[in-house]
């Protein structure tokens, strides 16, 4: 998978050669969760006036289902940091270790909701909104938007199709939290 990748360097001149470590590094992270929805990452430079030598700074913007990573690597101590290509390994480490902590949260979460799942059928989409409502077994009308389908599914389900849910009590009512087609495996 091809991560969306923005750098900006801030400054700093640009680099060919930091630039291709860095897409070789936030191309690596899909390995970790395959679930990146774009990753931004910035290379800044201190200012002149610095009095403790040049330290680089590197952050990192990750978007994920349900939150952002972000991760700040700036360390006055480290004065392996005067090496911008030393501040963007060390933040792409504890980017790994963000990922892998939220991968997990998130595979935990979906395993909690399968024991509590409940059935239900699609009863209507909002025309041109991606967002539509399912009537429940038990007679409660639940809504649901496009990022708690399973698997990227939204676009496949149809008025009528049965699905199993969870249901978690929002602000304005019922909603989804995870919405699975049901049938094979459902």
């Keep these: 998978m091809t991560v969306p990748l923005q750098i900006t360097f801030k400054d700093i001149d640009r680099s060919p050669a930091l630039e291709a470590r860095i897409r070789e590094k936030a191309e690596a992270l899909s390995r970790f969760d395959a679930r990146i929805l774009r990753c931004h990452v910035i290379i800044e430079a201190p200012h002149r006036h610095h009095h403790?030598?040049?330290?680089?700074?590197?952050?990192?913007?990750?978007?994920?289902?349900r939150g952002d990573i972000v991760i700040n690597r700036e360390s006055p101590e480290?004065?392996?940091?005067?090496?911008?290509?030393?501040?963007?390994?060390?933040?792409f480490d504890a980017a790994v270790r963000k990922l892998e902590d939220h991968a997990r949260r998130l595979d935990d979460a979906v395993k909690h909701h399968e024991e509590?799942?409940?059935?239900?059928?699609v009863v209507r989409f909002v025309a041109d909104a991606d967002y539509g409502f399912i009537a429940t077994d038990d007679g409660r009308e639940?809504?649901?938007?496009r990022n708690s389908v399973a698997g990227n599914g939204f676009a496949r389900l149809r008025v009528g199709d049965d699905v199993r849910l969870a249901v978690a009590e929002g602000r304005d009512g019922p909603q989804a939290s995870l919405v699975r087609p049901a049938g094979r495996g459902g």
């Excluded at 480290?78 to 933040?91: G, L, Q, S, T």
């Excluded at 639940?142 to 938007?145: E, I, L, Q, S, T």
């Design 78 to 91: 480290n004065h392996a940091h005067e090496d911008p290509y030393v501040a963007v390994r060390d933040a």
């Design 142 to 145: 639940v809504y649901f938007h």
């Design 116 to 121: 509590a799942l409940v059935h239900g059928q």
């Design 52 to 65: 403790k030598g040049k330290l680089y700074r590197a952050r990192i913007e990750i978007a994920v289902p």
